[in-house]
């Protein structure tokens, strides 16, 4: 049996959509209440990789922890938030919009049994260390859980974060 081969960029490049994505506002990851930087970056990655958009606070850090964590170096879709998470949260669902909270409750499914967005969905992530507040809550439709055999008690928010839009855009 052969090695595999692996594949070159120019064969990558030809397998994949031909020019960057442009907003269509079918899938957003919303990290509300972010705490670092680096998370966005790598939200904003993987937004590239599922066709995603990232809806963030308009704080003063946040366009340049942006600017660092985009290591594609093109311009990414970006949601600005102006004002009260709850609030652009409510007006997102009263637009038809489906609101998934990546957070433990006793009501979260788990991941495997999310299926993949039909809809324009928002998924919410939360602070690193408080989750997602309880004004924040209010606002969902349904809340995911990824199981964990480890001893922590969560994942990064970056890594949740990218695990559920892989499996919202039914890429895993």
């Known amino acids: 049996m052969s090695a595999p081969r692996q594949r070159s960029r120019p064969d990558l490049r030809r397998q994949r959509r031909q020019r960057a994505h442009s907003c269509w506002d079918h899938l957003i990851v919303a990290p509300l209440w972010p705490k670092h930087g680096v998370n966005l970056g790598t939200m904003l990655r993987t937004c590239d990789a599922v066709g995603a958009c990232l809806a963030v606070p308009r704080w003063p ?4 922890a942006l600017a660092q ?28 919009a489906a609101v998934i909270g990546v957070e433990l ?9 999310l299926p993949a967005a039909r809809r324009r969905t928002i998924v919410v992530l939360g602070h690193e260390s408080d989750g997602i507040p309880p004004e924040g809550l209010e606002h969902v439709d349904l809340t995911v859980e990824i199981p964990m ?24």
Not at 61 to 64: D, K, T
Not at 69 to 96: E, F, I, M, P, S
């Open 149 to 172: 055999v480890g001893t922590g008690h969560s994942l990064n928010v970056a890594v949740a974060g990218s695990l559920v839009l892989y499996k919202l855009a039914g890429l895993s």
């Open 105 to 113: 409750t006793d009501e979260s499914i788990r991941l495997a049994d």
């Open 69 to 96: 964590g985009n290591t594609l170096r093109r311009r990414q879709c970006v949601h600005w938030v102006d004002g009260r998470a709850d609030r652009w949260l409510d007006k997102q669902r009263r637009g038809g």
């Open 61 to 64: 850090w946040i366009p340049e």
